[in-house]
Nanobody
Framework: QVQLVESGGGLVQAGGSLRLSCAAS????????MGWFRQAPGKEREFVAA????????YWADSVKGRFTISRDNAKNTVYLHMNSLKPEDTAVYHC???????????????WGQGTQVTVSS
């Protein structure tokens, strides 16, 4: 079972940038589709972005398209979420997830990290 640890969250002003990292324990990291979800207070957890294990194909939520970039470094067992042009509505706990495929990820049936808080001030 893969274990995930997120880092890189914090407080940033609107228009700023942050890079989140998710370190995975599994030596089979490159077999997982990796992704990020977020959950704002009082709201349901929502999909943000994903990157497949093969080909590095990426998927985005419309709300972050053009502002966020997801990447992975299989040699370091790490996936990143580069967030630019941050808005107050991006404030949430961001969770990393690992799944066998995109469908499983979007069904939220993968493995989850504890999350990292991102707060964007106006």
């Amino acid at each position: 079972q893969v274990q995930l640890v997120e880092s890189g969250g914090g407080l940033v002003q609107a228009g700023g940038s942050l890079r989140l990292s998710c370190a995975a324990s599994a030596r089979t990291f490159d077999t997982y589709t990796m992704g990020w979800f977020r959950q704002a207070p009082g709201k349901e957890r929502e999909f943000v972005a994903a990157i497949t294990r093969i080909g590095g194909i990426t998927y985005w939520a419309d709300s972050v398209k053009g502002r966020f970039t997801i990447s992975r470094d299989n040699a370091k067992n790490t996936v990143y979420l580069h967030m630019n042009s941050l808005k107050p509505e991006d404030t949430a706990v961001y969770h990393c997830t690992a799944a066998t495929n995109l469908a499983s990820m979007q069904a939220m049936s993968g493995t989850w990290g504890q999350g990292t808080q991102v707060t964007v001030s106006s």
